[in-house]
Nanobody
Framework: EVQLVESGGGLVQPGGSLRLSCAASGFTFSAYGMSWVRQAPGKGLEWVSGISSGGGDTGYTDSVKGRFTISRDNAKNTLYLQLNSLKTEDTAMYIC?????????????????RGQGTQVTVSA
């Protein structure tokens, strides 16, 4: 059974940092690209970042470039998202998702598996 379990969210002041983790199990983690998507209150899903199976190819939505960093540790079956210089507009539920192949994908929907998410709230 595929499982994706996010952690690391919380309440942080503007300008602060968080590191999100996504623990994967039930599939060969190193063989699949992974993504982070987010859903802000009252809004639809937004693709945030993606990474290829080996970690060599990464991508970001424009609003987070230079502030967020995606990475993965295939030995630990874990996906990460480092969030720096957080803004109030980054407040959202952050969800990790498994791609259908090894490549970086920039999809909002269409993932076969997604986690339940971890809440990030940026507020003074």
């Amino acid at each position: 059974e595929v499982q994706l379990v996010e952690s690391g969210g919380g309440l942080v002041q503007p300008g602060g940092s968080l590191r999100l983790s996504c623990a994967a199990s039930g599939f060969t983690f190193s063989a699949y690209g992974m993504s982070w998507v987010r859903q802000a209150p009252g809004k639809g899903l937004e693709w945030v970042s993606g990474i290829s199976s080996g970690g060599g190819d990464t991508g970001y939505t424009d609003s987070v470039k230079g502030r967020f960093t995606i990475s993965r540790d295939n030995a630990k079956n874990t996906l990460y998202l480092q969030l720096n210089s957080l803004k109030t507009e980054d407040t959202a539920m952050y969800i990790c998702a498994k791609a259908n192949g090894p490549y970086l994908v920039r999809m909002t929907k269409g993932y076969s598996y997604r986690g339940q998410g971890t809440q990030v709230t940026v507020s003074a």
